[in-house]
């Protein structure tokens, strides 16, 4: 029989060394705490960074977007500010019909629209439109976007580039002249 006390016995013990005494426990919940404490908020703030860039892309890529709709359909495509949203809609064939809306580009709560122009002259945000037309040319114009206290600006031009500024909206002035005419900037011609 003392083959089985000592059996008994062992087990006991190792049964006991199985387990996680409370104190033990509660300084390891704790230390997982402290690294999520840490850990969390900036996994939020690289999400809201990533979902930040996600839409400045989107935006800038609208009037690509736009220019190629209008060469697909052979319809003038616009780009309107409604709420907080850019919206593309797609020219109607007549003046019965309404505008197609094409693509809904939602800004949310971050971000939100200062300012816009339209050809180089400031313009209010909710009657602000900008068109490209089937033949590939555009109108000029740009929003200034606010997020926070950051600026930044999309700036699109009638030669079929868009692009980010930081800061205010520059003031732009369509830059067209008649081909095969001089044009002089900056003095006179000698």
Not at 42 to 47: E, G, H, P, Q
Not at 112 to 125: K, L, T
């Amino acid at each position: 029989m003392p083959v089985t006390a000592v059996t008994f016995a062992t087990r006991r013990r190792l049964c006991a060394r199985r387990g996680f005494t409370l104190v033990e426990m509660t300084v390891v919940i704790s230390v997982l705490a402290l690294m999520a404490a840490l850990v969390v908020p900036n996994m939020v703030a690289i999400k809201r960074s990533q979902d930040l860039r996600d839409l400045e892309a989107s935006l800038l890529r609208a009037p690509a977007e736009a220019r190629n709709e209008a060469r697909k359909t052979r319809q003038p495509v616009t780009l309107r500010v409604e709420g907080d949203a850019l919206v593309m809609e797609r020219g109607a064939s007549d003046e019965e019909e309404e505008a197609e809306e094409v693509k809904r580009v939602v800004f949310g709560e971050r971000l939100r629209i200062e300012s816009a122009q339209i050809a180089g002259e400031p313009i209010d945000v909710a009657s602000w439109q900008w068109a490209a037309y089937p033949d590939g040319s555009a109108d000029t114009g740009g929003l200034e976007f606010v997020e926070g206290e950051a600026r930044k600006s999309l700036v699109l031009s009638g030669d079929r580039s868009a692009r980010w500024v930081e800061g205010e909206l520059p003031q732009m002035t369509e830059d067209r002249w008649p081909a095969g005419e001089l044009e002089q900037r900056g003095g006179q011609a000698g």
